[in-house]
């Protein structure tokens, strides 16, 4: 390392909005609304608020897993919120998640609406509303809150940590990106032992634990993340390919990953989802609505 590499931090922080990389735009010290927007509001009693990054995925894989089960009240609309154009700074985005990140959720099937964010509190609360993904018996409900709570305590290594210094940080810096790839390939072999003891996190049943962790992981093991599957050996992970290959087989996670999908194939984009129709007649294939993409 040489000096130019060097940094010492001033005696008090100032925020340089030039400095972030891709992402910048849509990354600031403070909270609140930037500008006065209002969400739409569909007629189904869920509204869901989001954007197909891994965090937005778990929340509609979930919905039409519970639609799959022919929970009728499960049926929602699912709203593109474009994060590079600041939607998620609107008032009324703001108004259901004062954090400003996708997912959010809108119940509006009883007299006063409850908003919930956070991805692994709007699984835990789609499965306890619909009695679905969460085991009843206390020693492998305590099993799976305890993988949901793992991805969400390991998540921010694998992309606020390994994902912006490896692929979006506007210089390569090696200690950083040394130290988050370690602790990934940890967290890729703490899930292929678990994964080599049962054959879902939780047990023999797949539940919201699988949900909320195969979006990051499962994509990682097939090098769909970052374009670092070479980088970090992902296919020396036997059982998390196993476990990976298997959810990607269910039709409701073939549909969710779709939802608000604003990049890749077009066949695969439905930036918005009001109908189950929808994936039939209204993917990008078929309407484009001439919009640039989201970013990835």
Same mark, same amino acid.
């Given at each position: 390392?040489?000096?130019?590499?060097?940094?010492?931090?001033?005696?008090?922080?100032?925020?340089?909005?030039?400095?972030?990389?891709?992402?910048?735009?849509?990354?600031?010290?403070?909270?609140?609304?930037?500008?006065?927007?209002?969400?739409?509001?569909?007629?189904?009693? &869920?509204?869901?608020? @989001?954007? /197909?990054? %891994?965090?937005? =995925?778990?929340?509609?894989?979930?919905?039409?897993?519970? #639609? *799959?089960?022919?929970?009728?009240?499960?049926?929602?609309?699912?709203?593109?919120?474009?994060?590079?154009?600041?939607?998620?700074?609107?008032?009324?985005?703001?108004?259901?998640?004062?954090?400003?990140?996708?997912?959010? &959720?809108?119940?509006? @099937?009883? /007299?006063? %609406?409850?908003? =919930?964010?956070?991805?692994?509190?709007?699984?835990?609360? #789609? *499965?306890?509303?619909?009695?679905?993904?969460?085991?009843?018996?206390?020693?492998?409900?305590?099993?799976?809150?305890?993988?949901?709570?793992?991805?969400?305590?390991?998540?921010?290594?694998?992309?606020?940590?390994?994902?912006?210094?490896?692929?979006?940080?506007?210089?390569?810096?090696?200690?950083?990106?040394?130290?988050?790839?370690?602790?990934?390939?940890?967290?890729?072999?703490?899930?292929?032992?678990?994964?080599?003891?049962?054959?879902?996190?939780?047990?023999?049943?797949?539940?919201?634990?699988?949900?909320?962790?195969?979006?990051?992981?499962?994509?990682?093991?097939?090098?769909?993340?970052?374009?670092?599957?070479?980088?970090?050996?992902?296919?020396?992970?036997?059982?998390?390919?196993?476990?990976?290959?298997?959810?990607?087989?269910?039709?409701?996670?073939?549909?969710?990953?779709?939802?608000?999908?604003?990049?890749?194939?077009?066949?695969?984009?439905?930036?918005?989802?009001?109908?189950?129709?929808?994936?039939?007649?209204?993917?990008?294939?078929?309407?484009?609505?001439?919009?640039?993409?989201?970013?990835?």
């Amino acid at each position: 390392m040489n000096d130019s590499t060097l940094y010492t931090p001033p005696t008090v922080w100032k925020w340089n909005k030039e400095n972030g990389g891709r992402f910048a735009s849509i990354n600031r010290p403070i909270a609140g609304p930037t500008q006065d927007k209002e969400l739409p509001v569909g007629r189904h009693p &869920l509204q869901l608020y @989001s954007l /197909a990054t %891994p965090n937005g =995925v778990k929340v509609t894989i979930m919905l039409e897993e519970l #639609l *799959a089960l022919r929970h009728s009240g499960a049926e929602y609309d699912a709203w593109l919120i474009r994060i590079t154009e600041g939607d998620q700074f609107g008032s009324g985005f703001v108004a259901v998640n004062p954090n400003s990140k996708i997912p959010a &959720l809108m119940d509006r @099937s009883s /007299a006063k %609406p409850i908003r =919930v964010f956070e991805s692994g509190a709007i699984l835990l609360y #789609l *499965a306890e509303k619909f009695g679905a993904f969460l085991p009843t018996d206390t020693a492998t409900r305590a099993e799976c809150l305890s993988w949901l709570f793992w991805q969400m305590g390991s998540a921010p290594y694998l992309g606020g940590g390994f994902g912006h210094f490896y692929a979006y940080a506007p210089t390569k810096i090696e200690y950083a990106i040394d130290r988050f790839a370690m602790e990934v390939k940890r967290e890729l072999d703490v899930l292929d032992r678990r994964l080599g003891q049962s054959e879902y996190l939780a047990g023999a049943d797949y539940t919201i634990a699988d949900i909320a962790v195969w979006p990051w992981y499962g994509a990682l093991a097939k090098g769909l993340l970052y374009e670092a599957g070479e980088f970090l050996q992902v296919r020396e992970y036997a059982n998390v390919q196993r476990w990976t290959d298997a959810i990607a087989k269910r039709p409701a996670v073939q549909r969710g990953r779709k939802v608000n999908r604003a990049w890749g194939e077009l066949s695969d984009q439905l930036h918005e989802r009001h109908d189950a129709g929808d994936f039939d007649t209204k993917t990008q294939d078929k309407v484009g609505d001439g919009k640039p993409t989201a970013g990835g």
